[in-house]
């Protein structure tokens, strides 16, 4: 079955603590990319990826890491978490950028104390 | 700065209402349009994407039209259904690759 597979559904970790959202495609995408959700403010771009090593910030990447080693995986990286990064986080994939839909993973629910 | 908005943000309809959910973007210069669909709890699906040269969709009762030069789309649904429920959100994909996202508008179709 196509699909983005998101890691870990829910996550409760403390401030400061290195932690890893990981986010696989078996679509053979190109493009992968991950946002935010947060009431009232909608879904915010954090960064994307147009092919492997290549990647870009998008609106909201202060505090974020990620990278494309391979095709399939897109893993986001929060190397010192803080309580204003507690949101709903989704990964999304497409074919290539452009004109193409966009399939989402089920969503990550972090929350940070 | 690219910005999109959506109204209204809430609509209650009954069930076999035809209903039509707006969505702006402020700059024009956009590849696509794409109309997604949030339950609660859930990720978004894409239900319909128009490319910048084109002027509609459609698929099945959906209908997405888009018109780049007021900065407007437009979902139509007919007849709708208590499995329409949902967040709608609308998204312009930019010249920078950047996709940016409206609030969405809840809807709920009462049976």
């Known amino acids: 079955e196509a699909q983005v597979t998101q890691n870990p559904r829910y996550l409760i970790t403390v401030t400061g603590k290195k932690l890893t959202v990981t986010c696989s495609q078996n679509?053979?995408?190109?493009?992968m990319s991950w946002y935010r959700q947060d009431p009232g403010l909608g879904l915010r771009q954090i960064y994307y990826?147009?092919?492997?090593?290549?990647?870009d910030k998008g609106d909201v990447p202060e505090g974020y890491k990620v990278s494309r080693k391979e095709k399939r995986n897109f893993p986001l990286i929060l190397e010192s978490p803080s309580p204003n990064q507690t949101s709903l986080y989704f990964c999304?994939?497409?074919?290539?950028?452009?004109?193409?839909?966009?399939?989402f993973g089920s969503g990550t629910q972090l929350s940070v104390l | 700065k690219q910005e999109v908005t959506q109204i209204p943000a809430a609509l209650s309809v009954p069930e076999g209402e035809n209903l039509v959910l707006n969505c702006s973007f402020t700059?024009?210069?956009?590849?696509?349009l794409q109309w997604f669909r949030q339950d609660p709890g859930k990720g978004l699906t894409s239900l319909l994407l128009?490319?910048?040269?084109?002027r509609e969709q459609t698929s099945g009762r959906l209908n997405a039209s888009l018109d780049k030069s007021s900065g407007r789309s437009t979902l139509y649904i007919a007849a709708s259904q208590p499995g329409d429920s949902a967040t709608y959100l609308c998204?312009?994909?930019?010249?920078?690759?950047?996709?940016?996202f409206g609030p969405g508008t809840s809807l709920s179709v009462i049976p």
């Open positions: 999304a994939s497409s074919l290539w950028a452009g004109n193409e839909k966009l399939f």
């Open positions: 679509m053979n995408h190109e493009y």
């Open positions: 990826s147009m092919n492997v090593e290549v990647t």
């Open positions: 700059d024009s210069a956009i590849y696509n």
């Open positions: 128009i490319q910048s040269s084109q």
């Open positions: 998204a312009v994909e930019t010249s920078y690759d950047k996709v940016i």
